[in-house]
């Protein structure tokens, strides 16, 4: 049965943040079957080179210039191997980043939420749900590490979604 070997990301800001995606998340992208990026791209070079590596899906982010406006969603669900994954950046007024991704997938019938927006990495289960975000590859924030998401996916076997940490941007 094969699997399929999706990377996540968010929040790159580049070129603000970084001139060029880090080393580890560009070795990781060569094993790709399809990158998930979940907003805050800012500008399109940044979707220029991921497609280089994978097709490319994503949603927009509250900094994104207007090509992402025009070629991406604020929210989607995408079904990978019969499985539903909602996609969010998580931006908006009010509730907590993680309250807003939630909230925009309640009538959905999704088993994994991805979002992204505050740059802090998580993976928790929420109401029978996996709720991830991923981090950010390019600003760490606060956080003590750069982080992306690496997600297996199987036909009628449970996800498997992890972070990797690195130092080096």
Same mark, same amino acid.
Do not use: C
């Given at each position: 049965?094969?699997?399929?070997?999706?990377?996540?990301?968010?929040?790159?800001?580049?070129?603000?943040?970084?001139?060029?995606?880090? %080393?580890? =998340?560009?070795? +990781? @992208?060569?094993?790709?079957?399809?990158?998930?990026?979940? #907003?805050?791209?800012?500008? *399109?070079?940044?979707?220029?080179e991921l497609k280089?590596?994978?097709?490319?899906?994503?949603?927009?982010?509250?900094?994104?210039?207007?090509?992402?406006?025009?070629?991406?969603? %604020?929210? =989607?669900?995408? +079904? @990978?191997?019969?499985?539903?994954?909602?996609?969010?950046? #998580?931006?908006?007024?009010? *509730?907590?980043?993680?309250?807003?991704?939630?909230?925009?997938?309640?009538?959905e019938n999704v088993?994994?939420?991805?979002?992204?927006?505050?740059?802090?990495?998580?993976?928790? %289960?929420?109401?029978?749900?996996? @709720?991830?975000?991923?981090?950010?590859?390019?600003?760490?924030?606060?956080?003590?590490?750069?982080?992306?998401?690496?997600?297996?996916?199987?036909?009628?076997?449970?996800?498997?979604?992890?972070?990797?940490?690195f130092m080096e941007?």
């Amino acid at each position: 049965m094969k699997s399929m070997n999706v990377i996540i990301v968010s929040d790159t800001h580049m070129p603000r943040m970084a001139k060029q995606l880090p %080393e580890v =998340l560009r070795k +990781e @992208l060569l094993g790709a079957d399809l990158i998930i990026h979940l #907003g805050d791209w800012q500008t *399109k070079d940044v979707y220029e080179e991921l497609k280089s590596y994978a097709p490319v899906t994503g949603v927009y982010g509250n900094v994104d210039e207007p090509f992402f406006i025009e070629h991406f969603n %604020e929210k =989607l669900v995408l +079904e @990978l191997e019969s499985h539903l994954i909602g996609v969010t950046h #998580g931006h908006g007024k009010g *509730k907590t980043t993680e309250q807003r991704a939630i909230s925009q997938f309640k009538n959905e019938n999704v088993e994994l939420i991805l979002f992204g927006h505050s740059h802090i990495p998580l993976h928790k %289960e929420y109401e029978g749900r996996v @709720l991830f975000n991923p981090g950010s590859p390019t600003d760490k924030r606060k956080q003590s590490h750069y982080s992306f998401g690496k997600l297996n996916v199987k036909a009628n076997q449970p996800l498997q979604i992890d972070h990797v940490f690195f130092m080096e941007k």
